[in-house]
């Protein structure tokens, strides 16, 4: 009777409450599937996709597809759309393309002119990675008399655009913008004057925008962390300012951790309670903190829980991964921190010089070699590497994975690796 019962109580009420939930966990599973903008969800270089090869040959590749010019933006991706971004000449050219990436094919370019600027050797006119929310996607360019962040819809439709104004650069422009709710927010650290703005996804309009200390320009990727005892807040790094946390919904600077003594190129990254943030200069890291992001002012003294002097990567982001912090270094000196203990497990050498930071797939750190190699190592307190695969073609682009398939971005091609 009481079996009789439950089926009949089950059958038809429970039954449409079960079918909403495994909706949203479908939903939920598919965002999380998704790579939607600089180092995938939460900037964090993370993803539990499996079924990629350690070893492959080019005839394992899905599809392969020449992007013309040059750029090292990573690919960022939303179910049925890959965004990459790409310049000719001397950044007077600037591309956004829309990629099918089951097949390769293109489905929408849009084309920007710009002024031809300088850059570093190891940069490009096309360095920032785009960011989407599966229905818009944004991109900056900029030179040195615009600094230009623009909205397209989901078909290439123009939506709107946003001059930030002159941007003064030793190196170039680098950053990404990202997506929070309904803002995109763009870091501005320049040596020129400087701001952290926020402007509504649907009409471009400004939210709103804080001034930042001029310095040497910045070239982290901001994140929005969300600690279980604060609100959300947006994370940014400079040298002029360090590590500063702010409101993402109205850009009050809720505390900052005091200048770096020197540039800022690697993002910061969140884990284990703590934000871990370099820099450095002359290809090497300098110094690295972990902030406890609980306090409020100037935390300099009260809330830096880490710091670390030695074997640093400069433009690589560190990587979080089970209770362990990952820092591959430019010249491929790999080290791995036990965060409970703050002891140093393991430092290796892969060889190599990086440009691109590591990612974690599944439990395995992928990362792109300046002369075109993936490198590949376990993400764990015993160090085993798994070699190398070369791809015969430069890259400063960081690996991207989603939706059950691998993007190598090299600075002629775009190459796509199925998981099996």
């Not at 009949?8 to 909706?23: D, E, K």
């Not at 400087?194 to 804080?210: C, D, I, R, Y």
């Not at 910045?218 to 360090?242: E, K, R």
């Not at 960081?398 to 691998?406: E, K, L, S």
Request: net charge neutral; charged share 20%; aromatic share 10%.
């Amino acid at each position: 009777m009481h079996r009789l019962l439950f089926v009949r109580v089950f059958t038809p009420t429970l039954r449409i409450l079960l079918g909403i939930c495994l909706s949203l966990s479908t939903l939920t599973a598919l965002q999380a599937e998704n790579w939607p903008r600089f180092r995938g969800i939460g900037g964090a270089g993370i993803s539990s996709e499996k079924g990629f090869p350690l070893k492959w040959t080019e005839k394992d590749y899905a599809w392969k597809k020449e992007l013309p010019g040059l750029g090292h933006s990573s690919p960022s991706i939303w179910g049925d759309n890959l965004f990459v971004t790409s310049a000719i000449g001397e950044g007077e050219n600037r591309y956004l393309f829309c990629i099918d990436p089951k097949t390769g094919e293109e489905k929408w370019r849009r084309e920007m002119q710009l002024k031809k600027s300088h850059k570093h050797r190891k940069g490009s006119w096309a360095s920032s990675t785009p960011a989407t929310d599966g229905e818009h996607v944004f991109v900056e360019f900029a030179d040195e008399e615009s600094y230009m962040l623009v909205g397209y819809d989901i078909k290439g439709n123009k939506i709107w655009e946003q001059n930030l104004g002159p941007f003064t650069s030793q190196h170039g422009h680098g950053s990404s913008p990202i997506i929070y709710k309904d803002l995109v927010i763009a870091a501005n650290d320049q040596q020129g004057p400087s701001s952290v703005s926020a402007f509504n996804k649907l009409t471009g309009k400004p939210v709103w925008q804080a001034d930042r200390t001029v310095r040497r320009t910045s070239y982290a990727t901001p994140i929005i962390i969300n600690h279980p005892n604060t609100n959300p807040q947006l994370i940014c790094v400079s040298g002029a300012t360090g590590v500063s946390s702010l409101d993402p919904e109205t850009g009050k600077v809720n505390w900052t951790t005091g200048e770096f003594p020197m540039r800022t190129v690697s993002s910061p990254v969140y884990g284990e309670g703590l934000i871990f943030a370099t820099c450095g200069g002359g290809g090497n890291g300098k110094l690295l903190i972990g902030v406890d992001p609980t306090g409020s002012g100037n935390v300099s003294e009260t809330h830096i829980k880490y710091k670390r002097s030695t074997k640093l990567p400069y433009v690589p982001t560190p990587i979080v991964y089970e209770g362990h912090l990952y820092l591959w270094g430019d010249g491929g000196v790999v080290s791995c921190v036990d965060l409970a203990t703050q002891k140093n497990v393991w430092t290796e050498r892969v060889d190599g010089g990086y440009s691109s930071s590591p990612v974690c797939i599944n439990g395995i750190l992928y990362c792109m070699s300046e002369t075109g190699e993936v490198a590949m190592i376990d993400a764990s307190p015993t160090f085993k590497s798994y070699g190398k695969v070369e791809l015969n073609d430069p890259s400063h682009a960081t690996v991207v994975v989603a939706n059950g398939r691998m993007f190598l971005r090299t600075f002629r091609n775009l190459y796509c690796l199925e998981a099996k």
